[in-house]
């Protein structure tokens, strides 16, 4: 089936580590998008990607990377600067720049990240 | 810059009641506006949107109107059910500049037997 898959589900950090989530498509969508989910504050952009090799920060990008070597992924790293990276986050996808005139992003089920 | 406005939750209502979810929004220029819905555990997914002033979106029984003079798009829907529990955000879309969507803070629905 043709989804969003995002990986892990749940993990654990210890404060000062690095760690990068996974998130992979096989809509063969050309944008992707990094939103990052806290209680009470919807959903806030972090990064996305419009093309391979090409990406924009978003609203919220101190303290986090990304890469888009492929049409299909687009990792996030959540590195040791980023003050408070205890959040859910979700990845989502869309056709690109034509496509997104439809509003119509795809997400995936989320990664929950904490730190301890 | 862009934003939207979203009542605050959770809004807790019996089977078969009248829903209203407010949203205003607050944009330089003209925007698509969009309803999303999470349901528990789940990602986020497309509800309905309208693309231009007076529009209305539907769709699973949910409605929205694009009201460009008040600047608003709230979500009703006359009957709700159980299964319409979940948390639903509203967003926008500028038609110039940032190719992504802006989002509200999101409102929990909770429906109750």
């Known amino acids: 089936d043709g989804g969003i898959t995002q990986s892990p589900k749940y993990l654990f950090r210890k404060e000062g580590q690095n760690v990068t989530l996974s998130c992979e498509q096989n809509l063969n969508h050309d944008a992707m998008y990094w939103y990052r989910q806290d209680p009470g504050q919807g959903l806030r952009l972090i990064y996305y990607s419009q093309i391979v090799n090409d990406f924009q920060k978003g609203d919220i990008a101190e303290g986090y990377s990304v890469s888009r070597e492929k049409k299909e992924s687009f990792p996030l790293t959540v590195t040791s600067a980023q003050k408070n990276p205890t959040a859910f986050y979700l990845c989502?996808?869309?056709?690109?720049?034509?496509?997104?005139?439809?509003?119509?992003?795809?997400f995936g089920e989320g990664s929950r990240l904490t730190v301890l | 810059g862009d934003s939207v406005t979203q009542m605050e939750g959770p809004v807790t209502l019996s089977e078969e009641a009248c829903l209203t979810i407010n949203c205003t929004y607050t944009a330089t220029g003209y925007p698509s506006l969009f309803w999303y819905v999470q349901y528990p555990g789940e990602g986020l997914q497309l509800l309905l949107k309208?693309?231009?002033?007076?529009d209305k979106g539907s769709n699973k029984g949910f409605e929205a109107t694009y009201r460009k003079e008040t600047t608003s798009f709230h979500l009703e829907k006359g009957s709700v059910q159980v299964s319409d529990s979940a948390v639903y955000f509203c967003?926008?879309?500028?038609?110039?500049?940032?190719?992504?969507?802006?989002f509200g803070s999101g409102t929990r629905l909770q429906v109750q037997p």
């Open positions: 309208a693309t231009k002033a007076d």
């Open positions: 967003a926008l879309l500028m038609d110039t500049g940032r190719r992504a969507l802006t």
């Open positions: 989502a996808s869309s056709m690109g720049a034509a496509g997104l005139s439809t509003g119509e992003l795809f």
